[in-house]
Nanobody
Framework: QVQLVESGGGLVQAGGSLRLSCVASGRAVSTKPMAWFRQAPGKEREFVAGINRSGGSTYYTDSVKGRSIISRDSAKNTVYLQMNSLKPEDTAVYYC????????????????????WGQGTQVAVSS
């Protein structure tokens, strides 16, 4: 079994920054594809950023591209999401996700492609 625990959310003013962390525990997870999603009230869960097994490839949804950086520290089984220049529309619950099944490609961005999820961390951006 794999457990994912997010932290780092909070209330921040527009233009501010936050760094979200996701610690994975359980079986060997340091080489699994991972991603961040978010879900705002009344909206579907949407992909934010993803990182491949080695950490050498990253990808972002257009709305956060250039403002966010996803990274991973395999020794700590941790994935980070650094978010800068935050906007009110970034307000959502942010979820960490891990893909445990076979991963023939490096790019995964749909919720059904991931096997484990964290409990979420709230990000609120005030204008």
């Amino acid at each position: 079994q794999v457990q994912l625990v997010e932290s780092g959310g909070g209330l921040v003013q527009a233009g501010g920054s936050l760094r979200l962390s996701c610690v994975a525990s359980g079986r060997a997870v340091s080489t699994k594809p991972m991603a961040w999603f978010r879900q705002a009230p009344g909206k579907e869960r949407e992909f934010v950023a993803g990182i491949n097994r080695s950490g050498g490839s990253t990808y972002y949804t257009d709305s956060v591209k250039g403002r966010s950086i996803i990274s991973r520290d395999s020794a700590k089984n941790t994935v980070y999401l650094q978010m800068n220049s935050l906007k009110p529309e970034d307000t959502a619950v942010y979820y960490c996700a891990l893909r445990d099944r076979s991963s023939p490609t490096s790019i995964y961005y749909r919720p059904l492609e991931f096997d484990y999820w964290g409990q979420g961390t709230q990000v609120a951006v005030s204008s």
